[in-house]
């Protein structure tokens, strides 16, 4: 089967003769949480916000069970851990080699029994209640504790370089989505058309996000070996956003004037457009999200919880003085 075929078929499984951009539904975030790679250290670096830390400290108490929601594999537990303090993470995924004891579970729907015995249970859901509903995830948190017990919630400020980066990769997608949207049975001239318009967004979307300039291709109708040699060494020395584009651009350029040699990228370019599409729908939730100001977190909260403590946690080197993240101490009332 030829790689225009085979292109043709790609484009049609993935597009179904409708927009390929996915609806932003939590299921398909839980779907794509599901199947991301859990780090082995915690991704927020933690250490590098004593503060954040100094605020656990203060208001864990001492010797509780602390339960980990949307914890992964639990590593935030060598930063809180002392002799009489227990864990256990709760994830919606069975991840490997989990540092505490796993217990999988999604924080919409109603939690396990995790209390230990007859210690006081605290909970701490750091960046994960903003991928779903916080409010159904709160209430199934003041479900399964006590009167008074602790729970504290961190999560991202609308406008940290995080969010940022996601809302990039965001406009990235649906460019790519709109250049490659139903493309097998365009015209030659449309063809040319979605080329040179998809080149001119990316480019200008870059250069808005200050990024690296884009390496000079020639004519689109000049496309050939050469370029593709040099789009490869460049691609190795380039962050992968820009990457992806560079292969959304080059893939659509090949199309363009050889449909045949299509299979020379086809393969790679599927794989990175399904990680850059599963990336988008995991953040889609959080995208969606106005958390400006501690306020707009605890009108998401549970109306069981009181707040009695919190933190604004800003940025360090090149972004000082902007918020990264809310942390919020809550107790639930009696």
Not at 41 to 68: G, N, Y
Not at 174 to 189: D, V
Request: proline residues 6%.
């Amino acid at each position: 089967m030829s790689p225009a075929i085979l292109f043709t078929k790609w484009l049609l499984f993935k597009s179904n003769g409708v927009n390929i951009l996915p609806m932003r539904q939590r299921a398909e975030a839980k779907k794509a949480w599901k199947s991301l790679p859990r780090a082995e250290t915690t991704i927020f670096p933690f250490r590098s916000f004593p503060p954040l830390l100094e605020f656990f400290e203060k208001c864990l108490p001492k010797d509780s069970h602390v339960a980990l929601i949307g914890g992964g594999k639990g590593h935030l537990v060598h930063l809180l851990a002392n002799r009489k303090r227990t864990f256990v993470t709760l994830d919606i995924a069975n991840v490997e080699n989990p540092a505490v004891p796993l217990v999988v579970a999604d924080f919409e729907q109603p939690f396990p029994n995790i209390r230990k015995s007859a210690k006081e249970l605290s909970a701490i859901a750091a960046f994960s209640l903003e991928y779903g509903d916080i409010t159904i995830a709160t209430n199934n948190i003041a479900d399964i504790l006590k009167p008074d017990e602790v729970f504290i919630f961190v999560c991202h400020h609308s406008d940290s370089p995080l969010i940022i980066e996601m809302k990039f990769d965001e406009r990235l997608f649906e460019l790519i989505n709109l250049a490659f949207q139903n493309i097998a049975t365009a015209s030659r001239e449309e063809w040319l058309w979605r080329c040179r318009g998809f080149e001119l967004q990316i480019r200008k979307l870059f250069l808005e996000e200050g990024s690296l300039e884009f390496p000079d291709f020639g004519p689109i109708a000049e496309c050939d070996e050469q370029t593709l040699i040099r789009y490869r060494t460049f691609w190795r020395e380039s962050i992968p956003p820009l990457s992806m584009g560079l292969h959304a651009i080059l893939t659509l350029r090949l199309g363009y004037e050889n449909p045949n040699r299509l299979g020379q990228v086809l393969g790679y370019f599927g794989q990175s457009w399904d990680a850059l599409r599963e990336h988008v729908e995991f953040a889609a939730p959080l995208l969606e999200k106005r958390i400006r100001d501690p306020q707009d977190v605890i009108a998401l909260v549970d109306r069981r919880f009181r707040i009695f403590d919190r933190i604004g946690i800003n940025a360090i080197g090149e972004d000082v003085g902007g918020v990264v993240c809310f942390a919020l101490a809550f107790k639930k009332l009696g």
